[in-house]
């Protein structure tokens, strides 16, 4: 009895080691996860594809694409170059009246217990801000001559401009131009990469542009973006009598204000001024002014310090009627 009882349990255990035996020399036997390659669901196998495999682009089209590449890469480098950050800087004054808590919790005390009168005290007081503004321009002139909007540069007590190299200048304001939104500053050098100013006039809707500037910050300087021109004769605000924006879809952000826009051919074909968007971002709508009116900006700016526009009065008066002789 005890001699059966043995048997059953290591015939049992026999069993199951030869039968988890036979399962793993028929799954290698027959691959059934051969390379690792996992299948999914339906049974298709995935892999990576060799670069040798792609075939479905002909060496024509691959070649065209490297040349519109190369079109777009030669354009950016023309330009930017030419392109700098500017930072202004406008000194804020701020009456405040003082708190009766400022006595012992304000300026120094025994500055005031001890030097001013009540009257001095009640007096309100100037405090200074500093406000801080960041745009971009357009060198157009190797001379030091620099294209950028006016309200980058409007009421600055202070503006520097860096180049493309990191170098630092002062700046001083030539000439603005208000209803175009124009401003010119010089700065202090010599020998700059001057862009090459195109032909605003010859743009097409739908022809690519590039818009290159500093948007948000410092660390995005010379951010290059692409679009193409969107529309052409856009006004809205108040230079509408002014203006006919170039609108394009090039991503044009905060900081990018005085910017260039760009073809293809690496001409300078307006100066980036403005967005519309309902959330402060880019929203799709960017709009520059044609470089072809900032050309006869900058020829009075140059010559005067301000633009003259002509003019026609009229004046109203009652008509006598005389009836003849």
């Known amino acids: 009895m005890n001699r059966k009882r043995w048997i059953l349990p290591v015939a049992v255990g026999s069993s199951l080691l030869i039968g988890i035996l036979i399962t793993i020399i028929v799954t290698a036997n027959f691959d059934f996860t051969k390379h690792g390659i996992a299948s999914n669901t339906n049974g298709s196998k995935a892999a990576y594809i060799e670069a040798s495999e792609q075939s479905s682009v002909s060496a024509k089209d691959l070649a065209l694409i490297d040349h519109i590449n190369k079109i777009f890469v030669q354009a950016a480098k023309k330009v930017k170059p030419s392109v700098v950050t500017i930072y202004s800087e406008k000194v804020i004054k701020v009456l405040r009246y003082r708190s009766p808590f400022d006595f012992f919790f304000g300026d120094d005390f ?3 217990f001890f030097q001013q009168s009540p009257r001095e005290r009640s007096k309100p007081q100037t405090d200074k801000y500093i406000q801080q503004g ?7 002139r190797s001379d030091g001559y620099i294209l950028t909007n006016y309200h980058v540069v409007k009421e600055a007590d202070d503006i520097r401009v860096i180049t493309t190299d990191r ?3 002062e700046a001083k304001v030539v000439g603005t131009d208000p209803k175009t939104d ?7 050098a010599s020998n700059l990469p001057a862009a090459i ?3 605003s006039d010859k743009l097409q809707v739908g022809e690519w542009v590039l818009a290159i500037g500093n948007p948000f910050s410092e660390r995005f300087h010379h951010t290059v973006t692409k679009g193409i021109v969107s529309a052409k004769g856009r006004t809205f605000g108040n230079v509408k009598a002014y203006e006919n924006f170039i609108q394009t879809d090039a991503p044009i952000n905060p900081g990018n204000s005085g910017g260039a826009l ?7 074909v307006g100066i980036n001024s403005a967005i519309v968007t309902p959330t402060g971002a880019f929203a799709g709508m960017g709009f520059a002014i044609p470089i072809n009116m900032a050309k006869k900006v ?3 700016l140059m010559t005067k310090g301000k633009v003259v526009r002509g003019w026609l009065g009229v004046y109203i008066q009652p008509v006598e009627f005389r009836p003849p002789m």
């Open 262 to 268: 760009v073809n293809l051919r690496g001409e300078v």
């Open 298 to 300: 900058v020829k009075d």
């Open 110 to 112: 025994f500055n005031q």
């Open 182 to 188: 124009l401003a010119l500053l010089k700065i202090d």
């Open 134 to 140: 960041m745009g971009s321009g357009v060198i157009i």
């Open 167 to 169: 170098k630092k200048y």
């Open 197 to 199: 100013l195109g032909d």
